[in-house]
């Protein structure tokens, strides 16, 4: 799965880079920036916060932007015991269970899920194992703790990317090289984290957090075998300040994240091909250090609300070749030139109804290890952190009592030193600052509610809501050149011109709900050169279920849906720049799902 956001990281060809991602105060990211969160349960959140572009001192003023993930808590209610099931195409099973209970000041959430699947395309078995504990509880009057704990265990099989012949006659085929070899990956992973909130006044509260997370990761590839292991921890210090005087309202935030990670890597051989393991190639150990203090200070003045913070970063690593077969000794260090990241914005409320507001944000996101090695092997000490300023203003408006909420968002972001990507070999990537990209956009957003509102977090027994957004997007390289070839002036690969998005959600006072859902995507640059471009698509997903409530204590709910009603083919995914030769063509196209159905039963229980 791979996440951008306006435009940074869509070049790179496989996961999430630049944008930082937080599960609870616990990064999903490693100290290289890749973001890992396959293996976060939908079930398990109860909110998503995206933040766009650098316009986070507080998370880090990474390129992309920050997501937090909020995990579900077990709430004020009686104690509840659930089981949902789904089964669906392609032999997609999915299991969960979950029990939630308080027991005076004391919350405990814990959840259990597995899914499996044999997958549409060759080679495409899936099978996933996970946990989330979530311990709420209360230490003294003034201090509460909050203890989350997340496992996983993966295996999955990879049918990698295919051709433009593949993906228009056999989609559903796996890359010949990687069904051969029987690709696959087995990734694993444990994360813990412990918050302390103490509230030394009403005006005043202290946050710390310790975190710990193990990965590791086995994966069968046609031209290797990798084998990797990752230990982070850290730590974060918040203290948030709020008062008022007069007609002034002002809050101070400052505080400081502390992140380390030792990563290990070993390649072996795949002689042919084969699947299977041969001699070891290469071993590495990199340890890597990031340290933020960041501050900010909201003032709000009648209507006004002026914001400024910064985010001030040194970064650095060391990495130990431990293969000694060859002649070449890749061990080196690289400490980067400190980052002072400030942002700046104002907010403007002329009508209640109406928010407006401008912000000029700076961030920056360092190169990965790959991306610091040179041809050869050796550690690049010029290469330099991306680093962006970004200009963004918008307003929302809240209309007809409430019942109409509309976002506008208007941004320009220039990216210097751009870090791009250089394939040497099939797996093997290094980068170089290669001059700067320009990323435009426009953002649009629509809540407009049928019936059924009661307040912001509320809905009647019967309701109906209708959810579009909608993005224009320019993404560009303004000075790009490697070696005879200028990229000046072409689009970003990668990314589509335009994206919508949209639902309409009904519920009944009888327990019947249904929604609707369309998702459209404008064609999208395959590589730099922009010789080839994907074909636009639209999809469209609908679902509808029962609820029922038996007693006080049972509820029983049916759910059925129909994904990709028109059976559009479509790329879910591509590889920028994918290579190609005379006799092979480049593989650009990871093919989406076909028209697939999924059936729900869930039983829930209450302790009252």
Request: glycine share 10%; charged share 20%; aromatic share 14%.
């Amino acid at each position: 799965m791979k996440l951008t956001l306006r435009g940074i990281g869509s070049r790179y060809p496989y996961g999430t880079k630049k944008i930082k991602m937080f599960f609870d105060g616990i990064p999903l990211y490693s100290a290289e920036g890749e973001t890992y969160f396959d293996d976060i349960n939908p079930e398990y959140l109860s909110r998503i916060e995206i933040l766009r572009g650098p316009a986070s001192s507080i998370y880090g003023a990474s390129l992309g932007g920050a997501v937090v993930l909020y995990p579900k808590r077990a709430g004020g209610g009686p104690s509840e015991l659930s089981l949902m099931s789904t089964a669906g195409s392609f032999g997609y099973l999915k299991n969960s269970l979950t029990y939630s209970g308080k027991e005076g000041s004391n919350e405990i959430l814990i959840s259990f899920s597995d899914v499996r699947s044999d997958g549409y395309r060759e080679n495409s078995k899936y099978h996933r194992n996970s946990l989330m504990a979530n311990f709420n509880h209360r230490i003294g009057t003034k201090l509460t703790g909050d203890f989350l704990l997340s496992a996983s265990l993966t295996n999955a099989q990879i049918p990698s990317s295919v051709d433009s012949s593949t993906f228009v006659s056999d989609p559903s085929a796996a890359a010949t090289s990687w069904l051969k070899t029987k690709g696959n990956k087995t990734p694993g992973r444990v994360m813990a984290g412990y918050n302390i909130n103490y509230h030394p006044s009403k005006d005043w509260d202290i946050i710390g957090s310790l975190f710990f997370t193990l990965r590791e990761n086995e994966e069968n590839r046609p031209f290797n075998f990798l084998k990797e292991t990752g230990i982070s921890y850290g730590g974060r210090v918040l203290s948030r300040y709020v008062r008022s005087s007069g007609s002034v309202n002002y809050k101070i935030t400052a505080g400081s994240n502390i992140f380390f990670e030792n990563y290990n890597s070993s390649l072996f051989e795949n002689p042919g091909g084969s699947g299977i393991k041969g001699d070891l190639t290469q071993k590495g150990r990199e340890s890597v250090y990031q340290a933020d203090i960041f501050s900010q200070l909201e003032v709000t003045i009648s209507r006004f609300t002026l914001t400024g913070g910064f985010n001030f970063n040194k970064s650095g690593f060391l990495f130990t070749d431990r293969f000694s077969e060859d002649t070449v000794n890749q061990s080196g260090s690289y400490s980067f030139d400190p980052v002072f990241s400030p942002r700046i914005s104002v907010s403007w409320q002329p009508v209640s109804s109406v928010t407006s507001y401008a912000a000029i944000n700076h961030g920056f996101t360092i190169p990965s290890l790959s991306e610091t090695m040179t041809p050869v092997g050796l550690i690049n000490q010029d290469i330099r952190p991306e680093k962006a300023w970004s200009y963004e203003a918008g307003a929302r408006f809240e209309l007809f009592k409430k019942m109409s909420f509309l976002d506008i968002a208007v941004y320009y972001m220039k990216v210097s030193d751009l870090i791009v990507p250089k394939r040497v070999e099939e797996d093997f990537y290094i980068g170089m600052n290669a001059g700067a990209s320009l990323h435009r956009g426009i953002e649009l957003s629509l809540q407009q509610w049928l019936w059924g509102k009661r307040n912001s977090s509320e809905r009647a027994r019967s309701s109906a809501v209708v959810n579009l957004s909608y993005s224009l997007n320019s993404f560009s390289f303004l000075d790009f050149t490697e070696g005879s070839n200028d990229f000046s002036g072409n689009q970003l690969p990668g990314i589509p011109g335009n994206n919508f998005s949209g639902s309409i959600c009904l519920e009944t006072a009888h327990g019947f709900f249904s929604q609707l859902e369309i998702i459209s995507s404008g064609k999208i640059a395959l590589n730099d050169f922009n010789s080839s471009f994907t074909d636009p698509w639209t999809v469209l997903n609908a679902k509808a279920g029962y609820l029922v409530n038996i007693q006080k204590r049972w509820a029983v709910s049916a759910m059925a849906g129909l994904n990709n009603i028109t059976d559009m083919r479509y790329a879910s995914m591509v590889v920028v720049n994918a290579p190609g030769t005379a006799e092979r063509p480049p593989r650009y196209y990871y093919p989406g799902m076909p028209r697939w159905f999924t059936f729900s039963l869930g039983l829930k229980y209450r302790f009252l």
